[in-house]
């Protein structure tokens, strides 16, 4: 259940590998300076608030956590949550909750449902990603183009409405920094892909516009020098209600988190060969937020983009990780005096290129060629995710797929009733099999599929369409791989219904899960050991000898 890949790796650890992790960790703590920033200003909380989150939560995650490459840390992903609830509850409520998701995170991953997070279905998935690109898009409108707005509005169309009202107070030397830093980011990676564009156009235009002096806002214009030390931890303040009032914005981190994490460990598994434990992953998710909560930092997860910039830089092992988080330390404390002079415009051309990768609009655009039901999941996530809240498009998200699911297995489970006799086209089998006699007087009722709660009243609708009183009925289960209570439920009514008319009911071919339900159910012993047959060769003579029996009865009334 935990099991950190640390200890794993440093079974078999050498130098050459100690090197290539410290130039991995190196570069992706430069490349997460900007990102930390960015996320933190983007969040509503100040800058210094991302450095904290990168150092404790990158820290701790490549210690505690199941994947050989993982960079914990901000994530574009929690901008929506963290804004709202800083909105709502201030910032000694966005502490609470990620300290309370922390724990659920804890929770997931000694429960054992690290596995379980990824039946979330893809069009969920696909849905709220790209609505939170949208909203991180939204959220950096002001600062590319320099606008004087005091408040901006949470809420999405009213925030489009200000940003339309306030186009005249447009600062184009803003706007040129936005676009020359979203230009070096695209365009330097032809030259060189070891060093991240992100980090030359940071540096680049905050050099060129402290060297040129230009009237544009920067960190230190608005949020003033950053500290040179880690703070003191500190335990909040809480109580039940206030428990209450945080509690759903607690499960919305600890369920993007999970999925957050555990999406990018899929994906450096995939670049390194390799298998992450998931279980011990959420684990040192729960521990590194419930740790960055203390320190006054906000959510953290499995960071893609930085994950995948360890790997393709030489990173195989958590060591990267932990130079990456040291890295991050050392910047802030030394050369925290310099990064006061980064534009904010610049800052929001990287986030405009992260929200760009994070909306997965091929993904979109092939998902919307889909069923119906797919499609109506991923708008409707979509949707919600943008003008309503991620909570509710997630759970929203989940339920609909549960409910197409339902419906498309209920569909798939098919009754029908066979008085004649049946050959291998009628049963839809691939092998031959022997053409059978039904005899007058047995109906066979052929189940194809799970018998579940959403199939349940199949028996209901096959007994209504049948007018005939048949002298035996054979229920063929060879097809039916499960059932649950209410299958069962309907099963017994059938039994019931068959018995009150005087019908004989017999079982076939039954699979091991079903027949478990229906021995601790007493259905077995109700319907008799001798009913319940192998195979349709044995039940057919069973109804005939049930018959024969019959009709001797009637022969000695008479």
Same mark, same amino acid.
């Given at each position: ?10 079974k ?5 590998q ?75 409520g966005?502490?609470?909750a990620t ?14 449902l ?20 949208? %909203? !991180? #898009?939204?959220?950096?409108? &002001?600062d590319f183009? +320099?606008?004087? /707005? @005091?408040? =901006?509005?949470?809420?999405? *169309? ?5 940003f339309?009202?306030?186009?005249s107070?447009?600062?184009l ?12 980011? %695209? !365009? #330097?990676?032809?030259?060189? &892909?070891?060093?991240? +564009?992100?980090? /030359? @156009?940071? =540096?680049?235009?905050?050099? *060129? ?33 206030r428990?209450r ?6 499960? @919305?981190?600890a369920?993007?988190?999970?999925i ?29 937020n ?12 499995? @960071? ?8 393709k ?7 990267a ?9 050392l ?21 405009v ?7 997965e ?10 069923s ?12 919600l995710?943008?003008f309503?809240d991620l909570?509710?498009?997630?759970e ?10 339902m ?5 798939a ?21 022997p ?5 007058p ?5 052929e ?5 579940f ?12 369409q ?11 289960f ?9 299958g ?22 039954i ?5 478990n ?10 319907i008799?050991?001798?009913n ?12 005939e ?5 019959d009709?001797?009865?009637?022969g000695l009334?008479?």
């Open positions: 259940m935990f099991a950190p890949k640390l200890f794993t790796c440093l078999d650890y050498n130098k050459d100690f090197v290539a992790d410290c130039i991995a960790g190196f570069v992706v703590g430069v490349v997460a300076i900007p990102l930390a920033i960015a996320f933190a200003i983007a969040s509503g909380v100040s800058p210094d608030k991302g450095l904290f989150t990168a150092v404790i939560a990158g820290f701790l995650v490549s210690v505690l956590g199941g994947s050989r490459v993982q960079i914990g840390g901000p994530t574009g992903a929690f901008v929506v949550i963290v804004y709202g609830i800083v909105q709502k509850h201030g910032f000694d966005l502490v609470i300290l309370m998701a922390g724990f659920l995170l804890l929770i997931m991953g000694l429960s054992g690290g596995t379980m997070v990824k039946f979330i279905p893809h069009s969920v998935i696909v849905g709220f990603t790209s609505g939170i690109a949208v %909203i !991180i #898009f939204s959220s950096q409108v &002001k183009l +320099g606008l004087e /707005i @005091a408040q =901006v509005p949470a809420e999405f *169309l009213e925030k489009w409405q200000v339309i009202e306030h186009i107070t447009i600062n030397y803003a706007l040129a920094l936005a676009f020359l830093t979203v230009g070096i980011i %695209i !365009i #330097f990676p032809r030259f060189s &892909k070891r060093i991240p +564009g992100a980090l /030359i @156009a940071l =540096v680049s235009v905050s050099a *060129l516009a402290a060297f040129l002096g230009l009237p544009v806002e920067t960190i230190g214009s608005r949020f003033g020098e950053l500290p040179h030390t880690l703070p003191v931890p500190h335990w909040p303040a809480f109580s039940l209600a428990i009032e945080l509690f759903q914005p607690a499960v @919305a981190i369920l993007l988190g999970a957050e994490s555990l999406l990018s460990a899929i994906v450096a598994d995939g670049m390194i060969g390799g298998r992450h434990r998931s279980n011990t992953e959420l684990i040192g998710q729960g521990v590194a419930i740790a960055s909560a203390l320190f006054g930092g906000i959510p953290a997860t499995g @960071a893609i983009a930085r994950t995948v910039t360890n790997v830089n030489g990173g195989r092992t958590p060591v990780g932990i130079v990456h988080a040291v890295t991050v330390l910047i802030m404390l030394f050369f925290g005096y310099w990064i006061r002079f980064v534009p904010l415009a610049c800052l929001a051309g990287i986030l290129v992260v929200a760009y990768h994070m909306s609009w091929r993904s979109f655009v092939e998902l919307l060629k889909w119906n039901g797919g499609r109506l999941v991923l708008l409707a996530t979509f949707g995710t943008i309503v909570n509710v498009a997630i929203a998200g989940v339920v609909m797929s549960a409910f197409i699911f419906k498309r297995m209920s569909d489970t098919a009754i029908r009733v066979i008085a004649h006799e049946f050959s291998q086209q009628e049963t839809r089998q691939e092998t031959p099999l053409e059978f006699h039904v005899p007087g047995v109906d066979v009722y189940i194809n599929g799970p018998l709660f959403g199939a349940a009243n199949s028996f209901d609708e096959v007994d209504r049948v007018s005939r009183k048949p002298q035996v009925r054979i229920l063929r060879k097809d039916v791989p499960l059932i649950d209570s209410s069962m439920h309907a099963l017994k009514s059938f039994y019931d219904r068959s018995r009150r008319k005087g019908i004989h009911l017999l079982v076939t071919g699979h091991l899960q079903p027949l339900e229906m021995v601790k159910t007493n259905l077995y012993e109700m008799g050991e001798k319940v047959l192998f195979s349709m060769k044995d039940a057919l003579a069973r109804a000898e049930l018959m024969s029996v009709s001797g009865e009637s009334l008479r």
